[in-house]
């Protein structure tokens, strides 16, 4: 009896062992399966253009990428493959938590062409023939060495870059940009002490390619500016919330088109008169120019044909002459850079460019005839008979006017329901 116990222990010992064996080799397969599936997220520096770092946007995005924090939407598909390199931007996920994901887009500094083309341009004033240091390079210049020895943003350090929008910087501006800067941990002051080189570096190639993601950052959209939030970067490329273009949206309907056309009005005056006392102006627009958050609100979201006015400085100070340009001026364009000048640049100026290039888009034969035919007189003589800032400011008003009774109060207008509903109630 105790001969037969044993061999039934013995056997039962033997099982145990072998089904101990089976689970850990069925889990050494699926921890192989998951390696394998992880291995697809592993896109490399090359992609995101860390290996062109510190000649980059920055890196405070980049531990999100590597924790899957932040997706490309073919992430969320089966094969987990990564959306072509040469596309400017690509949809995606963030999400804080691992759970609740929210869209965003994820953008490149300029065209992967562009970047490639500056890149060479760069490296063909580097006489030796084997490896090139893009970032050693630039390190090199004369605008990089004064910029490493500045303990403030002046405006001479950024002359002759190719953005518009630094076309006329005033002191109060680049003050703002050093304070705001994200990419660094200590802000707040207007000295550059707390910038490391590296630091500097990312900056001022921001500067000199895409001045968009620092916008964002000094011009948030929680202060109440028509702008994206900024949501970090990873080597050359940056994260803003979500987008979708105004030529993509469906305008079909009076009521949508009075909606749009109504908050880019009030945008265009946002951007006249607005507590900074700052005045933003287009050199050009198109349907790209503007976009639509889930929401439905309106807002820019291409800043490289805005330029900016500091209305606190003195006019004679907008114009400065003779601006040399070097290797930074041709990042993203030509050199010499072509901007237009800002010296005798008026508020008419963006309405005269909206009532030619996108409100006949937006309200053309939208309304009924009543109203179409005030609208219609009203496009008319803004595109030919606007000569002063007050009668832009006027062509505004009365075409608010017409348009306000069309802005319907219901769950299509996310941003503004059930808030509208409540002011009716209380009026």
């Not at 490309?72 to 040469?86: I, K, R, T």
């Amino acid at each position: 009896m105790e001969l037969g116990m044993f061999a039934l222990n013995i056997a039962n010992f033997y099982i145990i062992v072998f089904i101990v064996m089976m689970t850990k080799g069925n889990l050494e397969a699926t921890n192989s399966s998951v390696s394998k599936l992880k291995s697809s997220y592993n896109f490399g520096k090359n992609f995101l253009g860390l290996n062109k770092c510190n000649a980059c946007v920055g890196t405070s995005a980049c531990k999100k990428f590597f924790k899957e924090e932040i997706r490309f939407q073919s992430w969320l598909a089966p094969h987990l493959q990564l959306p072509p390199p040469d596309l400017q931007s690509y949809s995606g996920n963030y999400s804080d938590d691992g759970e609740n994901w929210r869209p965003i887009e994820i953008s490149r500094l300029t065209s992967k062409r562009q970047h490639d083309l500056a890149d060479q341009r760069i490296c063909s004033n580097f006489k030796k023939k084997k490896s090139c240091s893009i970032e050693g390079i630039l390190r090199r210049t004369e605008r990089f060495q004064k910029w490493m020895t500045a303990r403030r943003l002046t405006p001479d350090l950024v002359q002759g870059l190719p953005v518009q929008f630094l076309r006329c910087p005033s002191q109060r501006l680049l003050d703002r940009i050093i304070r705001r800067y994200s990419e660094v941990l200590d802000a707040g002051s207007v000295y550059m002490t707390h910038l490391t080189d590296k630091d500097r570096m990312r900056l001022l190639y921001t500067l000199s390619v895409n001045i968009y993601p620092i916008v964002l950052q000094i011009f948030p959209r929680a202060e109440g500016w028509p702008f994206s939030n900024y949501l970090g970067s990873c080597g050359r490329l940056f994260m803003s919330t979500s987008t979708q273009a105004l030529t993509s949206f469906n305008i079909s309907g009076s009521e949508v088109a009075a909606d749009i056309a109504y908050q880019l009005l009030k945008i265009i005056q946002h951007l006249s008169d607005n507590d900074l006392n700052y005045f933003f102006y287009f050199t050009s627009i198109d349907g790209s120019t503007f976009g639509i958050f889930s929401d439905g609100r309106l807002f820019i979201r291409d800043t490289s044909k805005m330029g900016i006015i500091d209305k606190q400085q003195e006019k004679s100070m907008y114009e400065r002459k003779n601006e040399e340009t070097d290797i930074f001026s041709c990042l993203s364009s030509e050199c010499p850079p072509i901007l237009s000048s800002c010296a005798n640049i008026t508020e008419r100026q963006n309405i005269i460019l909206v009532c030619k290039d996108l409100l006949p888009y937006l309200i053309a034969e939208k309304f009924p005839n009543s109203s179409q035919e005030k609208i219609n007189k009203l496009l008319q003589d803004c595109t030919k008979n606007i000569t002063s800032d007050l009668e832009a400011r006027r062509f505004i008003n009365e075409l608010m006017e017409i348009l306000r009774p069309w802005r319907t109060c219901d769950a299509r207008f996310v941003y503004r329901y059930p808030d509208c509903k409540y002011n009716r109630m209380m009026r």
